[in-house]
């Protein structure tokens, strides 16, 4: 290959250990600290299975590819014509056939970015696509009915899964988000719980405040982003990383050491995008997996309780509380109770909500057996899962109903 059309590809292929499996990824070309889970799973997939992986290095390129692609399906209203207005990209070349086709996707407008590989569905015997966050609102119909060679569909977002089968004619399914439960779980060394309250991410500016008051009187340690908020009317805090797996571990040592975390469900501080769907976020899934106790406002939902379906996975917590200082002291005249709490959570997360349970779908929804390396990996769950201590019902005494409920 000559080095004008190296420089011109629009992606390049980062060789596994001779798996069966097929990553796309955009981890080099968009890198916001929110998307670092989705890149995490995609880490995971790839030390259980050995995938080769290909990574989208020219953006740019593909995103004037779609432009086109737009304009042409507006315009002619053929998806065939709409590809023929599309010029040639410079993609790399697949050497060898796979088993399984799995891209990963932070959002809808990422799908074009399929045309790097365009001889995926003839290499790959069976094929999947996980989005990880699409609002129907927002849903790019050009775009969705890309998908429409995929043998099933998944969202880590509930709502809208059903309007996606509908214009795919694919099977969409619900896969929610999870953690590197290895990298985020306290054990078998757990640390000291020296951080007090660890509060990332969309916040409430009166709950922030009054722990911030708490701060500044040397009477808890308050971890907190200091990044400038940003989008509509301020409501968002992200930034990007250097380095996505970087960023997990620092996360995952910061919560292993953090006594209570902050979560709330999906978008909290945005009704109007939301329009009452309330979804998950993977707050709940990180901070169980690192044994804290979880404070907040999880989503009102059937499959939020399903989840979390133990007693108090998360001790309840109004977005705005202005007293929560006395709510953090009356909880902490409880500590065996918190550490119960925390070992149950760790517990629970170790056995349901890591990365290779998700995959474990994925691999059944296709008819495909796990690896041995997705073995393994359950092993070492159920390890962790053991270290966490004692029968999950609780330390031989009955659990105490939430502060305030």
């Known amino acids: 290959m000559s080095e004008a059309r190296a420089a011109r590809e629009v992606a390049s292929v980062v060789p596994g250990s001779a798996g069966s499996v097929l990553q796309l990824s955009m981890r080099r070309v968009h890198d916001l600290v929110a998307f670092c889970a989705p890149y995490e799973f995609e880490d995971v997939v790839a030390s259980v299975t050995g995938a080769d992986r290909v990574e989208i290095t020219n953006y740019r390129a593909i995103e004037w590819a779609r432009r086109l692609y737009k304009l042409g399906r507006k315009v002619l209203r053929s998806r065939a014509l709409a590809r023929r207005l599309v010029p040639p990209l410079a993609v790399p070349r697949l ?57 099933h569909l998944f969202i880590s977002l509930q709502h809208p899964a059903a309007e996606v089968a509908r214009i795919v004619g694919k099977p969409c399914t619900y896969l929610p988000l999870a953690a590197d439960v290895c990298r985020f779980s306290p054990y078998p060394h757990p640390a000291p719980r020296s951080i007090d309250v660890c509060n990332l991410g969309r916040r409430s500016a009166v709950t922030h405040a009054a722990l911030l008051a ?45 006594r209570y975390y902050l979560a ?108 041995e390396g997705m073995r393994a990996r359950r092993e070492r769950l159920s390890e962790l899962a053991e270290l966490s201590g004692g029968d999950p019902a609780g330390p031989g005494r009955p659990v105490v109903p939430a502060v305030g409920q």
């Open 214 to 258: 708490l701060a500044r009187e040397r009477r808890i340690f308050y971890f907190y982003d200091t990044v400038k908020a940003s989008g509509p009317r301020g409501k968002q805090m992200t930034f990007q990383v250097g380095s996505p797996a970087e960023h997990r571990q620092f996360l995952a040592s910061v919560l292993r050491r953090s």
């Open 264 to 371: 709330y469900r999906s978008r909290v501080n945005e009704p109007e995008q939301t329009e009452g769907r309330e979804e998950i976020s993977g707050r709940f899934y990180e901070g169980a997996a690192a044994g804290a106790v979880l404070l907040g406002e999880p989503p009102r939902s059937e499959e939020f309780e399903r989840q979390f379906d133990w007693p108090e996975a998360v001790v309840r917590l109004p977005y705005d509380s202005p007293d929560v200082g006395d709510f953090l002291a009356r909880l902490g005249r409880e500590p065996e109770r918190l550490a119960h709490l925390g070992r149950t959570n760790a517990r629970h997360a170790a056995l349901r909500h890591d990365w290779v349970h998700r995959l474990e779908k994925v691999f059944a929804a296709v008819g495909l057996a796990p690896t």
């Open 95 to 151: 050497e060898r056939e796979y088993e399984l086709f799995f891209p990963v996707f932070n959002h809808p407008f990422e799908l074009f970015a399929l045309a790097a590989i365009p001889d995926w569905r003839a290499r790959c015997r069976r094929a999947v696509c996980l989005v990880s966050e699409i609002w129907i609102q927002e849903l790019p119909e050009y775009l969705i009915e890309l998908l429409a060679e995929f043998d």
